[in-house]
């Protein structure tokens, strides 16, 4: 299950780089929760239904123009369900025009083939605290 779980997230940054949000939320679980509690984004409270997930990416993409997201190292899979991967994000500032790239890592849990729960986090000892190991 877990080389699975590792292809479904390569598939949805692939998508993600190639049509954003649209081409990216129906690997979501219509359930799908995205935890952004430990990132100072003045977003509000995480999304909770693949709606406001895909609501909360709309949100990135109006952030930064054209946003890509770029593995920095292998999708590593963490237990049965899980799985962690620093990545880099690039886009450009819609209010200073200039290009941004910042670091986080990213846990995602799945089910049924199906992205269930994600989670954007500035280390991969948060991200792995978040589904319930540690590093």
Not at 52 to 78: G, N
Request: glycine share 8%; aromatic share 10%; charged share 25%.
């Amino acid at each position: 299950m877990s080389q699975e779980n590792v292809e479904l997230l390569d598939r949805a940054l692939a998508a993600w780089n190639e049509g954003g949000v649209d081409a990216t939320i129906d690997l979501y679980a219509e359930d799908a929760e995205f935890d952004i509690s430990t990132v100072a984004l003045d977003y509000g409270p995480s999304p909770v239904g693949r709606n406001a997930v895909a609501q909360f990416y709309r949100y990135i993409e109006q952030l930064w123009s054209h946003p890509s997201i770029t593995p920095v190292e292998d999708i590593e899979p963490v237990g049965p369900h899980h799985v962690v991967v620093e990545v880099s994000v690039r886009g450009v500032s819609e209010v200073s025009e200039v290009e941004v790239e910042q670091r986080f890592v990213f846990a995602f849990g799945v089910r049924d083939g199906k992205v269930a729960w994600g989670g954007l986090f500035r280390s991969r000892g948060e991200a792995l605290e978040a589904v319930g190991l540690r590093e």
